[in-house]
């Protein structure tokens, strides 16, 4: 179950349903919409941006600096208190985090600010759906605040997490080594009075950060931009906060106070159609309603935001649930507002991966848990995104990576890859935390670091499709013709009646080959090149890259050629016969080769349905592919593929205990490898010869030998011993040639006959 992975999840939640034993329920979608509202950064948000990113480098370095002044480090960078120094940067790491998600809630506000004056000016009802409203912020400010002081909308921003962390928790004070069970550790230094002793240096660090922070552009928050820019007469607010700054006529801002019933009041007034407008956090993300009732006065359509999705995917779904329920006018339109900062696939990538556990659990397929919002890609915390950046880890460390120097990478994220004799870390760092430094980058420096990421994802993501071990769920098979040529009933269950069937089915697919023009235009770091010993052309990468699989990070270089795309070891293509060609030539040999290919191809392959969960611990485990198919002609069926070794295996257990009919030997035969008994003393055997599976005849003395092979057998001389094999394979009639072989009488008589 654990090897098969979300796909195996969402078999286990259907048959789990067929049984009776689970029950998940569920809403129609039918009439939902979806899209994705992208807010594209200006140039001026661009520049505050990046200074914020520059700002956060000054910040880690004056950390490293005050973490060695304090006596935290020591003067080669080890750290002499691990829990001082892991809590100093923990703080700062998160903090850092919540900043930036912030940060670009606030500047995706005028485009959502902007949609929904569209939605309103159309006739339909708005609801923004938020998880932080920054109350605590607002509380910490006018705690500081003189009593004549005015609030300015500069003095709300997400800025203040950050120099909040930076005058609680920076580290200022001295630590002292101390000996305990013969280990040195750090402990804070106190002064003859007992009070704590401040190291003068680290202040001056925290200052000179606090006042490059300070300096820079602020923010507001989405939340209260979206209350001023329409009035708190036209926005209702659902949600935790207890006071809020509203805008007066004039633009100065103010402090109101929202009692315990606000919620309801709000509620109500948008469910009455008094306000259009709807903002709800998580305090108001369950046990409310404000989709388009039947028995609402406003059945205006909804449009739901989905500003901020957090990190909890049942929370996001609970939120999506407001718009979406029963006894509803019109169905709503759902959109998810992000933007073009690469560094917010951070926020995206949790809820993507957990939205795809909890649709695979509830409904028996991933893509249900999100609706379809969220794309596979956008889960970057799979087994495949963590294989590809350890590639890309041991690229950076060694000098391979184009988007920046290993020097650079760790200048701006403050991540260490290799050790002090150059040696790539066993442990490096999680994907979780490469996100989040990656977002403190500035714009280019994310792009260019994303672009290369994403490259190598795809590419993982290509080889592991290509072993057959690529997790996609719940696969849509397609080809050009789908031909359903067996049906086999292998396993019924006692107490549900379910069927459990094996399906054989051919499937022709289109050969689809690009031009050697095409070819080049489409991949532009690749070398034409030829190999000598086959005379083929391929496109061969120009520099190898890492690759991590199975735990060892390996050098390969990838190989396109007119019939699909390979990977090459480095230390395999040295010694190879492939060599670099013009143009021209390589065209010439790869079109003659791509018109050479054959117009379409047929495979066989098949698919176990029905009722899996019961006998799940039979099924070989050499492939957990789920896929759904439409055969000419039938109708759709979903199941999990099988080779044939793997099929003949499940019919040998299910089907056949005692074997009568030449039919039922191969079968058995065909499912494991022990011997079976055909008569007259002969056995058949399956048997792994030279890397291809045969069914082999044992017992036959010298006389039987040319009367099988007149029926049909052949020999092989193997270690010095002549063995004779049944024939097996596409094309070849084998229960026919066993059954001559069973139904002649002996052999030898067979061979008289003849």
């Avoid at 500047?107 to 939605?119: G, N």
């Avoid at 240096?201 to 602020?218: C, H, Q, V, W």
């Avoid at 490259?455 to 013709?481: H, N, P, S, Y």
Wanted: some cysteine.
């Amino acid at each position: 179950m654990e090897a098969g992975g979300v796909a195996a999840m969402e078999v286990v939640a259907r048959d789990l349903k067929t049984l009776g034993l689970y029950t998940a329920r569920a809403l129609s979608f039918d009439g939902v919409e979806y899209d994705v509202l992208e807010h594209a950064l200006t140039p001026a948000q661009i520049e505050i941006y990046d200074a914020y990113a520059t700002a956060f480098r000054t910040i880690h370095h004056n950390l490293e600096a005050a973490l060695t002044a304090t006596g935290v480090n020591d003067a080669s960078g080890e750290t002499n208190a691990s829990a001082a120094r892991a809590s100093a940067k923990s703080r700062f790491e998160s903090t850092k985090q919540r900043f930036f998600n912030h940060l670009l809630m606030g500047m995706k506000a005028p485009t959502i600010i902007r949609a929904i004056e569209d939605d309103l000016a159309a006739g339909n009802a708005c609801v923004i759906q938020v998880v932080s409203t920054g109350e605590s912020l607002l509380k910490r400010r006018l705690e500081t605040m003189d009593a004549e002081e005015e609030l300015v909308e500069g003095a709300l921003t997400p800025r203040d997490y950050v120099l909040g962390y930076l005058e609680q928790a920076f580290p200022i004070h001295a630590q002292k080594l101390v000996e305990i069970d013969g280990n040195m550790v750090a402990e804070p230094l106190r002064d003859a009075n007992g009070a704590l002793v401040v190291s003068r240096e680290a202040l001056a660090l925290r200052d000179a950060a606090m006042m490059e922070l300070m300096t820079l552009a602020p923010i507001a928050s989405a939340l209260d931009q979206i209350l001023w820019a329409f009035g708190d007469e036209a926005v209702a607010e659902v949600t935790g906060r207890s006071i809020r700054p509203l805008k007066a006529e004039d633009g100065h801002l103010f402090i109101e106070k929202r009692s315990a019933s606000s919620n309801s009041s709000e509620t109500q007034a948008f469910m009455d159609g008094e306000k259009d407008i709807l903002i709800f956090s998580d305090a108001g993300g369950t046990g409310r309603s404000y989709h388009a009732a039947q028995t609402a006065k406003n059945q205006k359509r909804r449009r739901h935001y989905l500003l901020e999705p957090g990190w909890r995917a049942d929370a996001a779904i609970q939120g999506l649930g407001r718009t979406h329920r029963s006894a509803q006018v019109s169905a709503p339109f759902f959109r998810v507002c992000t933007s073009d900062v690469h560094g917010e696939k951070r926020f995206t990538s949790t809820i993507a991966k957990r939205l795809d556990q909890l649709g695979a659990l509830t409904k028996g397929q991933r893509e249900t848990g999100s609706q379809g919002m969220f794309r596979e890609e956008d889960n970057l915390e799979s087994p495949i995104a963590r294989a590809a950046l350890r590639g890309y880890f041991a690229d950076l460390a060694a000098g391979r990576a184009e988007a920046m120097s290993y020097e650079s990478f760790t200048d701006w994220t403050a991540l260490r890859l290799i050790d002090k004799d150059g040696v790539l870390l066993e442990e490096l760092p999680p994907i979780q935390r490469f996100l989040n430094r990656v977002l403190a980058l500035p714009i280019h420096m994310q792009n260019a670091l994303f672009a290369e990421f994403m490259k190598r994802i795809a590419d993982q993501t290509e080889r592991a499709r290509a072993a057959g071990t690529l997790d996609l769920g719940v696969e849509t098979l397609r080809g050009e013709r789908i031909e359903q040529v067996s049906t086999e009933d292998l396993w019924t269950c006692p107490k549900s009646g379910a069927v459990t069937r094996i399906i054989g089915l051919e499937v022709t697919d289109p050969v689809h080959v690009l031009s050697a023009d095409d070819a080049l235009s489409r991949n532009p770091d690749k070398l034409p090149m030829v190999n000598r010993a086959s005379g083929r052309a391929a496109l061969i990468s120009a520099r190898p890259m890492q690759m991590y699989d199975e735990d060892v990070v390996t050098l390969m270089r990838k190989a396109v050629r007119p019939n699909g795309s390979s990977y090459l070891e480095e230390a395999r293509f040295g010694s190879s016969a492939w060599e670099e060609i013009s143009k021209p030539e390589f065209a010439r040999l790869w079109d003659a080769e791509a018109a050479s290919l054959p117009k379409t191809t047929t495979t066989k392959l098949y698919l176990l349905t029905g009722l899996l969960l019961p006998i799940w611990k039979d099924i070989p485990t050499t492939n957990e592919r789920i896929y759904r198919v439409t055969p000419d002609g039938a109708t759709a069926m979903i199941g999990r593929t099988l080779s044939e070794e793997g099929a003949a295996a499940l019919r040998s257990r299910f089907l056949v205990s005692n074997p009568q009919t030449p039919q039922e030997m191969m079968t058995v035969a065909l499912g494991t490898t022990a011997p079976v008994d055909i008569g007259r003393g002969l056995t058949l055997t399956r048997r792994r010869v030279a890397g291809e599976m045969r069914l082999e005849l044992g017992g036959a003395d010298r006389g039987m030998i040319e009367s099988l092979k007149a029926l049909g057998c052949f020999t092989e001389i193997i270690a010095f011993q002549l063995r004779v094999f049944l024939p097996h394979g596409d094309g070849v009639d084998t229960v026919s040639i066993l059954a001559r072989i069973v139904g002649q009488g002996t052999p030898r008589a067979a061979d008289q006959a003849a």
